[in-house]
């Protein structure tokens, strides 16, 4: 069987991984990597990655009319989205992208009925929903090695300077030009986590019955950098998510299941998986883009469709809708360093971060000051 076309949308940031991985894939025939498309000007290297015969061009329409490809991955800006993999997917691609997805469920649900009506698919960039580490977390609930799961905590403590927030127009920005771009340290970088505790819980489906949320920031930007969350499902199963990128010392992010008889630890980044303490062997994780180009050629179940995040997004509604970060005092912040690499952190918050996971707690509930 030929295989299938992939044109991805996008060339700088992430874009860049989206690109190499198309270009491997290509050189293992596994896809036939045909073109990309950037409204901006491409990143210096893109034209490199491509294969010498594929279409680099600014203009969506004018890329599908000179490829006709089977997939789109689409690695643009939040915001833009749902607006262009609309445009692929009225074109009869199957679609790779990004997170978070959307920004509302009124856009999960457009998204999700014109992919259907098209008879096409959406697999969504949560790589951790690739992982093997699943079916152990999953094994560790369904055998009651933990015991009967009551929650899932998440924690991530990133060091993210000035650089970060000045990389692209809608880097911290809760809008953009009158669109949602919901850039927090929750909605963004520590997605992954969110989206993965929730899809562990068995409730990627299904709509929270309540979503708290408290945002914080140090910088002067309009999303927050420092953030804590607990959504709660009809049957009581909590989700409580804390994160900063304001961080005293670089942490690799967890996701942990809180059961009657143990705990379950994931650290997703790095694999890595105990149960009760002990460590796990984890297998090789599923590849989102040869998972889709799979599922294209043989109809292999895809392992991020889009259905298995609607709870997510109905998480960075939610955010979406906060009336906005609260500023945390300068006496609990040191600056260091100096231009682009500035960096910013919050006494104690590596600790705060950790606490809010291990006991399903809110910073303001944890006692933290400058908590509201």
Known sequence: MTPPKVV?????????????????????????FVGACDVREPAPDARTVLPDDAVLTDNAQDLFDRTAPDIAVVATPPHTHLPVALTAIAAGCHVLLEKPPVQDLDSFQQLAT?????????????????????????AAIATSAIGRLTGVGTAG???RRDAYYTRNPWAGRRTLDGK????????????????TAILVAGKAEVLPATIETELYHVRPIEADDTACARIVFANGIKIVAAATLCAEQQVDPYVVLHGTRGKARWWYRSDVLEVNGERVPVGQPIDLLRNLARHVRDKTPLVAPLS???AFTAFVQAVRDHPGPQ????????????????RHTVHGIDKFVESAAETM??????????AI
């Open 157 to 159: 403590a990133w060091v």
């Open 8 to 32: 991805v949308f996008g060339t700088s940031g992430y874009a860049g991984v989206h690109l190499r991985r198309a270009r491997a894939m290509h050189d293992t025939a596994e896809i036939r």
């Open 361 to 370: 707690s809110l910073f303001s509930e944890l006692g933290v000051p400058w």
């Open 308 to 310: 298995q995040t609607r």
């Open 114 to 138: 014109k992919a259907q009506r098209a008879g096409v698919r959406c697999q969504v960039g949560f790589q951790s929903f690739g992982s093997a580490a699943l079916h152990a977390l999953r």
């Open 180 to 195: 949602s771009v919901v850039d927090g340290s929750l909605t963004n970088p520590f997605a992954h986590a969110i989206a």
């Open 327 to 342: 500023p945390i005092p300068p006496g609990w912040v040191d600056t260091m360093d100096e231009g682009p690499q500035r």
